[in-house]
């Protein structure tokens, strides 16, 4: 069960653990776990790079490979299901192959994905080549995050974490902004070419340098879970992107959220059931530590008022302020930055004074950011919107640190792949919520009362949802931390 300070008494050994991980020195890591943690890192930064960089190119492939919009909606749709139907497999495929293995098979699929579609001919190899792209991608998160918990001392687990938070937060940011410079001079496949050669350099680094942790388990694949979670969660990511993208809830959007609804909760059932033989594909287990509980819950509504601040404001941006793409990237760009270069600092506050400061000051500055940008109109300034959204970051970099190393701590060795692919797994299923909710209801408000009236309500929508994370910020506790090889 779960080591939360808050249901401990004074006398607890949960509390003398807490205290003497506070008062003990900082635990040296060997160059060894550096230079893996490093290359996980730079390899985990190029992979989400390429994820938000696809979005600013939407309308030129629209005209160089003769599809429809809703069509060529697909290269971000098509890569969003496949995160979300391949990360829950990952649990499993960290446990059953070493590490070096997993990093060159997502590393492998990634780079070669790239390549093809820096060749692809046309619109149907450059879909395929963005699906191959996304099945390395969904590896590579939970890999860096399993990593660590095995390499890295609790004592340094904050600060380690507030590093990834440069990857998780940093490339998405800059995404728009370097597609934007490369559309401006050169052609569309120019994205894949300057991709190419930092993803071969990662995989020939890791495969150079990089040592196996942690031991392998023999566990064994239920291949009923498996095909569960193509309708489970490609079901519900597909529905609600779908959603999103109409406007208005369609016939198909609709049938895919009914028929990913009743696949999860048989695909959760069918989990329930092979626990008791300790061969889940996801261990569901994790769920009864309160605080990875609490942390998921946390980092699930803050990635709902993220990715809906990452649709609404380029939205904002571009149609109602007339701003270029490259401009509207580089109006986001400071915000991303200071989300990531915060990380390390955040995670040294973290192993410091723990996450309940932290994410209450994080839950807070998102509620006010996002009422903020409700009130947007035809003339605000737009460094007035760069200075709102650098505080929007601020906020979710004083929540995704804590969070993860909050709902991370106290899960013992052997689910610690499950619980990072939980995490990574939500956070795609959130991600598209969001972005549907919150696209909905600025279409449908425009409709009847014109953009600005639905960029309001889009955003005043957001603002209500971060209140529940502020609720749920405050129940935050520092946690006894498991060492793996305990």
Do not use: C
């Amino acid at each position: 069960m779960s080591t939360d300070v808050s249901s401990q008494s004074p006398g607890d050994p949960a509390q003398a653990q807490i205290a003497a991980e506070a008062a003990a020195p900082p635990v040296k890591m060997s160059r060894e776990s550096v230079t893996v943690i490093a290359t996980l890192l730079v390899a985990t930064f190029v992979v989400i790079l390429n994820e938000t960089i696809m979005n600013v190119a939407l309308q030129r492939l629209m005209v160089d490979l003769g599809v429809t919009a809703p069509t060529v909606q697909w290269l971000s749709t098509g890569f969003m299901l496949t995160m979300a139907v391949v990360i829950p497999t990952t649990g499993f495929i960290l446990q059953r192959l070493s590490t070096r293995a997993v990093f060159m098979l997502a590393m492998g699929l990634f780079s070669g994905g790239t390549l093809l579609a820096a060749l692809a001919p046309g619109f149907e190899i450059l879909l395929l080549a963005r699906i191959v792209q996304a099945a390395g991608t969904a590896i590579m998160l939970p890999l860096l995050m399993t990593t660590i918990l095995t390499l890295v001392p609790v004592s340094r687990r904050g600060f380690v974490m507030g590093n990834v938070s440069i990857a998780i937060s940093v490339a998405p940011a800059m995404g728009p902004t370097v597609s934007g410079l490369i559309l401006e001079h050169f052609s569309w496949r120019f994205m894949f070419v300057f991709v190419l050669p930092i993803a071969v350099a990662a995989f020939a680094i890791g495969a150079r340098f990089l040592t196996n942790i942690g031991e392998k388990e023999k566990t064994r694949l239920d291949v009923l879970s498996v095909l569960l979670t193509v309708p489970a969660f490609g079901g519900l990511v597909y529905g609600l992107s779908q959603i999103g993208g109409q406007g208005g809830p369609g016939a198909p959007a609709v049938t895919a959220l009914a028929v990913g609804v009743v696949a999860m909760v048989a695909f959760v059932l069918r989990q329930l059931r092979l626990q008791k033989s300790d061969a889940p594909l996801l261990d569901l287990r994790a769920f009864t530590f309160r605080m990875f509980t609490v942390s998921v819950l946390l980092l699930v509504v803050a990635m709902i008022a993220l990715f809906g601040a990452v649709i609404l404001l380029p939205l904002y941006l571009q149609e109602i302020r007339g701003l270029t793409s490259l401009e509207t990237g580089l109006a986001l760009l400071p915000g991303g930055l200071a989300m990531g270069l915060l990380g390390p600092f955040i995670g040294r506050l973290f192993d410091k004074v723990g996450p309940l400061p932290l994410t209450v000051t994080g839950s807070s500055l998102l509620v006010v950011a996002l009422f903020q940008f409700s009130r947007l109109d035809e003339g605000t300034s737009v460094a007035w919107i760069v200075a709102l959204h650098v505080g929007l970051s601020l906020g979710l970099a004083l929540i995704f640190t804590p969070a993860f190393t909050t709902g991370l701590n106290p899960l013992p060795p052997h689910l610690y792949s499950h619980g990072s692919a939980i995490m990574s797994t939500l956070q795609q299923v959130a991600g598209a919520a969001g972005t549907a909710l919150l696209v909905s209801i600025y279409a449908v408000v425009s409709a009847g009362a014109g953009m600005v009236a639905g960029m309001h309500a889009a955003f005043l929508t957001a603002s209500v949802i971060a209140v529940a994370a502020v609720v749920l910020a405050a129940m935050m506790r520092k946690t006894a931390a498991v060492e793996a090889g305990h």
